[in-house]
């Protein structure tokens, strides 16, 4: 009913309409160095910033100033951030793609559409490191997205500068339109305090482009003219893997991708043997659940345009994950078409063919994603996804290759989005298609949230069938139906020290198709929000799970639990996080309650930070798991134990290393990461990578990868 009558909400107020910054073609060149010279004489200021937090309902303390202009080729931005007269700017390092929580920084929000949905951010940190990522789902922005632009920030004793040149072709935009949607956003860490151009309700974050203000041009931007990129690379390595015994191997590859712009809005994307070895790897958990992990997507080739793909259906239910494909072969070649096609419409399409892997007995594959979107009333859209897989045999008639020659989903969606960011929600039904089709293979869902100053309500809806079967995507379980209650309420403080406190409920519950519950997780907790940022946790849990499959509770290779046994325990645990306005900072958690088979669980995890500003940041995170049960698990403990140190010599040369010790896995992982960005997206990596054995310590493997590229512009 809720979903039904949403669309009468969104006949509210859009946004800050009445707040507009005309922007004028510069008269002059402008140098790119965190001077304000002449140039920048005759562009307008935006000034007068809001506060977001710690409230919403004043000016912010702390000054900042904006000027914006452009010229045929870039778009030009200057800000200037105020601080107390020798106060000392709080940073992690001088990395790329900072915590926002944790860094003095500015940040650019940017909507070329004026769709209030997607768009682009730059920023930077008080020392200098750039920020940039791609704006999706209203206010959201993916900070794996990285292009080609530059920036340079000037400290003085009061203020810090950051300036700006973002290329036309760097950004996507439809021509012709001369009002776009902009914030700008501050965070000044030692005043505790976030604020705005255009002001923001503090329940949403500044990203959130509801409410941005407009940027008004003297005449439509530039066109792009020729947008056509390349990027070569050269790679060279060495692994070998000590537990096969086998020798060691080595290997020289090259590789090209693409960017070419078919509109300023619209850009095909094309790879041919690409390489993803300078990825950083993931970080390792300690794996307590019954099902597959969630681990995103960093590789860049998937990534502009792709929430179009990979938001598509709900955290548990996505029909395509892109880090399937090239998993257990490599990927020879891809392409993908994606953008606006004007305001309303926007689409994505991409084909992706991997190679044949006999190791793993894997015969070449070939997918399909087609994703198409529809804007309708202010902010919400209609989507259609189809995803399709087809195994390409190439002559083979060996069957121990064959496996299910095709996979194939479609799915509708209707993402809601009120004008004014109080009511959201999504509304999604899906089928899959294999070779031996049967019933059961569909997948409904819904959620509705209202987020206002105090209150948040929201409810969830799932339904997977026994038979539905994503081998694409991310759906780690089936044939269940979930219900998902929740409400907070937040209390605003007038005590100096408490910003506000707020009390949280919520229940997860699985049931069968004949509506018999399976499993249950009843959440209660209350939140405390310090003046200075700090916050600290106390929650307390109910749990109830019927098995459905076997399990070990563990995941040590012990014993499992039988299927159909009931299980219900408590806990309680706590979290706490440190302000962040010091060079030493941490945070920690913890858990104690019971477990499966009427045993107990403790859990412990902490993490410290310490920063010599700006160029290095060192952290060291340990978690600790204690699992007490009857014969045969008895006593299990786990350790996950991670230091790492990031060195950032200057905002173009880094050195990342950390360490990994879980014993669950029972491997000591090394990683360890040089990058020189010599020019703007380009760069030259040396990657090495160890993975040990604690007990005897011996190693498994190791491997040293040489990897260079270099964007070039037509």
């Not at 329940?203 to 439509?220: C, K, N, R, V």
Request: aromatic share 16%.
């Amino acid at each position: 009913m809720l979903l039904i009558a949403s669309p009468l909400l969104l006949l509210a107020q859009r946004k800050n309409d009445d707040l507009n910054y005309h922007i004028k073609k510069t008269p002059a060149p402008i140098l790119i160095d965190g001077v304000i010279d002449e140039a920048w004489l005759m562009a307008e200021t935006a000034d007068n910033f809001n506060m977001v937090l710690p409230m919403d309902t004043s000016k912010a303390l702390v000054k900042t100033a904006v000027k914006m202009s452009y010229d045929n080729d870039h778009l030009y931005l200057i800000a200037i951030c105020y601080t107390k007269p020798d106060q000392a700017y709080m940073v992690e390092s001088l990395k790329r793609d900072f915590a926002f929580g944790k860094n003095d920084n500015f940040l650019l929000f940017m909507d070329p559409f004026d769709d209030q949905t997607n768009g682009f951010s730059f920023g930077s940190n008080a020392a200098g490191a750039q920020w940039d990522g791609i704006m999706y789902d209203g206010g959201k922005v993916d900070l794996n997205w990285d292009n080609k632009w530059s920036s340079a920030v000037k400290n003085y004793q009061d203020k810090w500068i950051w300036e700006a040149a973002i290329p036309f072709k760097t950004i996507r935009f439809k021509n012709g339109i001369k009002t776009w949607g902009i914030n700008f956003s501050r965070l000044d860490i030692s005043m505790a305090e976030k604020s705005s151009w255009a002001p923001v309700p503090r329940q949403f974050p500044t990203a959130t482009l509801a409410y941005s203000g407009q940027l008004m041009w003297d005449e439509p931007p530039p066109e792009a003219g020729t947008n056509i990129s390349f990027i070569p690379y050269v790679l060279t390595s060495g692994s070998k893997n000590y537990s096969a015994g086998t020798k060691a191997a080595f290997k020289r590859e090259v590789g090209l991708e693409a960017k070419i712009g078919i509109t300023s809005s619209l850009n095909l994307d094309l790879t041919v043997n690409p390489d993803f070895s300078q990825v950083e790897v993931d970080r390792q958990v300690t794996n307590l659940d019954r099902f597959e992990l969630f681990f995103p997507e960093r590789r860049q080739f998937f990534l502009e345009n792709g929430d179009q793909f990979s938001n598509f259906g709900y955290a548990g239910i996505r029909p395509f994950f892109s880090r399937r494909i090239g998993l257990n072969a490599p990927i020879q070649f891809g392409a993908r078409l994606s953008g606006k096609l004007n305001k309303d419409w926007r689409m994505g399409l991409m084909n992706m063919q991997t190679g044949e892997n006999p190791a793993n007995k894997t015969l070449a594959q070939n997918y399909t994603v087609f994703a198409l979107q529809r804007r309708v009333f202010a902010r919400s859209n209609i989507g259609l996804l189809v995803v399709n897989r087809d195994q390409v045999a190439w002559g083979k008639k060996d069957a121990s290759l064959m496996t299910n020659p095709f996979n194939r989903n479609i799915g509708v969606e209707y993402n809601l989005a009120s004008a004014n960011n109080l009511w959201t929600g999504k509304a999604v039904v899906m089928k899959s298609f294999s070779k031996n089709t049967s019933k059961e293979d569909w997948v409904h869902a819904a959620n509705i949230q209202y987020s206002s100053k105090k209150w948040l309500f929201s409810w969830q809806q799932e339904y997977v069938g026994k038979n539905y079967n994503a081998e694409v995507g991310y759906v780690p379980r089936k044939d269940f139906i979930k219900l998902t209650p929740g409400i907070t309420k937040t209390f605003f403080s007038r005590n100096k020290k408490i910003t506000s406190h707020s009390l949280k409920l919520s229940s997860f519950n699985y049931y069968t198709d004949r509506l018999r519950l399976t499993d249950n997780t009843t959440f209660m907790a209350y939140t405390l929000t310090l003046r200075n940022q700090a916050t600290f946790t106390q929650w307390v849990a109910y749990d109830y799970v019927q098995l459905l499959q076997p399990f070990d509770p563990t995941n040590f290779n012990k014993d499992t639990l039988a299927r159909g046994t009931k299980h219900h325990w408590r806990a309680t645990g706590t979290e706490f996080v440190s302000k962040p306005q010091q060079l030493f900072t941490y945070a920690f958690s913890t858990r104690f309650g019971g477990y499966y088979q009427n045993g107990t669980r403790r859990f412990v995890s902490a993490e410290m930070g310490y920063r010599f500003q700006p160029f290095v940041s060192a952290a060291l995170s340990a978690s600790y798991n204690q699992i007490s049960m009857q014969s045969p698990w008895n006593k299990t403990t786990f350790w996950l134990v991670g230091p790492r140190i990031d060195v950032t010599f200057t905002n173009t040369l880094f050195f990342t290393t950390f360490i990994q010790y879980n014993n669950q896995q029972k491997n000591i992982n090394l990683n360890t990461r040089f990058q020189w960005r010599y020019k703007p997206a380009s760069d030259l990596y040396i990657v090495y990578t160890d993975n040990y054995f604690p007990a005897p310590f011996n190693v498994k493997n190791r491997a040293l990868v040489l990897k260079f590229n270099y964007w070039w512009n037509l």
